[in-house]
């Protein structure tokens, strides 16, 4: 596609339920990565997924989330019985070849996720 | 551990120049970017620096110092709509990029 996007672009839920984010990279990148923000502050990495390599999942805060890419496209994260703390804004974002050098990182729009 | 420094907030009048500047510690270095984001958005690449030296695109610059651990976005005739977020990151050895909490630039008239 022309860019990197994430479905649903917001999402309120219920501490304790679970929830499935969604990212479709730019055709052709094979490096993907998930990050989130809270309001006011920076982007945290969460994971990083490269080609067909073993994920980077060292920015996750807990086993309650979990994050798989299936054919090398299309991106879920999932995260298990929510809480409070979880909501944020969680951003995907795209690139060529993070291993071939340093290239650009495009960013999709963002899943707003309110945990009530 | 590895850190990246911006000031918290800026404040600049329109039609004016504003340098924001960055500082990094970083395990390794394999460059230098700066993004922009709006409130409520997603960031968009503004420019890369891997060498030493300024890189112009337009109305905005960016320098690198690899010795000083340093950079700085340079933005001139600043409008309105320039009003945003300004995040510097470094990608480290291991080609990870490491954030900066990022800069809130403010533009009055």
């Known amino acids: 596609g022309a860019g990197v996007s994430q479905s649903p672009s917001n999402k309120v839920t219920e501490k304790g339920k679970d929830v499935e984010l969604r990212c479709d990279p730019i055709?052709?990148?094979?490096?993907l990565y998930w990050y989130r923000q809270s309001l006011g502050q920076g982007l945290e990495f969460l994971i990083y997924?490269?080609?067909?390599?073993?994920?980077?999942k060292s920015g996750l805060p807990s086993d309650r989330f979990s994050a798989e890419r299936t054919g090398g496209s299309v991106s879920t994260l999932t995260i298990q019985r929510t809480q409070q703390e979880d909501s944020a804004v969680y951003l995907c974002?795209?690139?060529?070849?993070?291993?071939?050098?340093?290239?650009?990182?495009?960013f999709g729009p963002g899943t707003r996720l309110t945990v009530l | 551990g590895q850190n990246i420094d911006q000031p918290t907030e800026m404040t600049a009048t329109e039609g004016a120049i504003v340098q924001i500047n960055c500082t990094y510690q970083?395990?390794?270095?394999?460059?230098l970017f700066w993004y922009q984001q709006h409130a409520g958005e997603a960031p968009t690449f503004l420019s890369y620096?891997?060498l030493d030296g300024l890189e112009e695109k337009g109305r905005f610059s960016s320098f690198l110092s690899r010795s000083k651990g340093y950079s700085y976005l340079l933005l001139k005739e600043l409008q309105m709509k320039d009003s945003a977020s300004y995040l510097c990151?470094?990608?480290?050895?291991?080609?990870?990029?490491?954030w900066g909490a990022g800069t809130k630039l403010i533009i009055k008239p």
């Open positions: 974002a795209s690139s060529l070849a993070s291993l071939a050098g340093t290239d650009t990182q495009y």
């Open positions: 055709s052709g990148h094979t490096a």
């Open positions: 997924f490269q080609g067909n390599s073993a994920p980077d």
């Open positions: 970083t395990s390794g270095f394999n460059g």
């Open positions: 620096n891997v």
């Open positions: 990151a470094v990608m480290d050895s291991n080609y990870q990029l490491i």
